[in-house]
């Protein structure tokens, strides 16, 4: 019975890790911010919709940084 429990909420871990993959990395494409791609644009506008404001500036905070680590990346290494 214990068990069941245990897989129960690992399930549901590991289908919220997948969706937050997902939802991050449908964020990071063009179609998320341009509104004439109606179904991406209105996900994600859904989500930050649903997400406290603070903890959505430290997201946008952190994929800011993360972009910039990505850009020296591609800067160093793909352009030499």
């Known amino acids: ?9 690992g ?3 590991l289908v ?3 969706l937050a993959v997902l939802l991050i990395a449908l964020d990071c494409t063009n179609y ?8 991406a644009y209105a996900i994600i506008e859904s989500v ?5 404001a ?5 997201y946008d ?3 800011a940084q993360a972009f910039e680590v990505w850009q020296r ?4 290494f793909v352009d030499a």
């Open 1 to 9: 019975m214990l068990g069941g429990i245990f897989r129960f909420i």
């Open 11 to 13: 399930t549901l871990l």
């Open 16 to 18: 919220a890790l997948v």
């Open 32 to 39: 998320a911010h341009n509104p004439d791609h109606s179904t």
């Open 48 to 52: 930050r919709n649903s997400i406290p």
């Open 54 to 58: 603070d903890a959505l500036a430290a």
């Open 61 to 63: 905070e952190i994929k």
């Open 73 to 76: 990346f591609l800067e160093r």
